[in-house]
């Protein structure tokens, strides 16, 4: 079975500065799929990141950007210029090719003015 | 596009009652899915689908139905409704058939069984 762990239920920045949320996962497959996601308080699921397990280099979408590290099993999302949209829930997810998507607790980020 | 859709938006059923959740995609995607969220934890996987006709079993199954006759819908039916399926459930769907791409949520059913 593979488990993702976020350890940080609440995080909190000050807007503009910057913030990194931390995720763990534990899977024995050597082929899969990381993923973030942002849940504001309308629901809606919506993808900030993905990061392919095979490809060195991480991603980075304009202020996101992740620090993957296999060996560990780390996958840490970085904001950067936080703005007051970027509050919301967020949760990491492991996809492998078992067809299982696999999600964390959720971090909340509040971000104040 | 319409996206995914998710009807009802809101339900409230007695101990007991069935019901169907609709999930609509408009994207020809091959992957659709079914998660519940309880609070303060993240979502689980119920059941999914590689394409009509194909259906398997996720991470919490028991109590619950899928069927996927077209590509666009895939409905979530509850057999007999317990309080312990009191949730949100949301909907998926990406274009890969091993759900590798981007997965797309429609906005969720808020589901209070009594």
């Known amino acids: 079975a593979q488990t993702v762990t976020q350890s940080q239920p609440e995080m909190s920045v000050q807007e503009a500065e910057t913030v990194t949320l931390s995720c763990t996962y534990d899977?024995?497959?050597?082929?899969?799929?990381l993923f973030w996601y942002k849940q504001p308080p309308s629901r809606q699921m919506i993808l900030v990141i993905r990061?392919?397990?095979?490809?060195?280099q991480n991603a980075t979408e304009n202020r996101f950007s992740v620090n993957f590290q296999k060996a560990a099993k780390s996958f840490s999302l970085k904001i950067s210029d936080s703005q007051l949209g970027d509050a919301a829930m967020y949760f990491c997810a492991l996809y492998n090719a078992g067809n299982m998507l696999t999600f964390g607790g959720g971090t909340r980020l509040m971000v104040k003015p | 596009n319409a996206g995914v859709t998710q009807t009802p938006k809101f339900q409230v059923l007695k101990t007991g009652q069935s019901m169907t959740l609709q999930c609509a995609q408009d994207m020809n995607h091959e992957y659709m899915s079914w998660y519940r969220q309880d609070p303060g934890m993240g979502l689980r996987l119920i059941h999914y689908s590689v394409g009509a006709g194909i259906t398997d079993q996720g991470e919490v199954p028991n109590g619950y139905n899928v069927s996927r006759s077209t590509t666009e819908d895939f409905p979530l039916r509850l057999l007999s409704a317990a309080p312990s399926q009191t949730s949100v459930y949301f909907c998926a769907s990406s274009y890969s058939p091993t759900g590798t791409d981007t997965q797309y949520f429609g906005p969720g059913t808020r589901l209070t069984v009594l």
């Open positions: 899977t024995s497959e050597s082929d899969y799929y």
């Open positions: 990061q392919e397990a095979y490809k060195q």
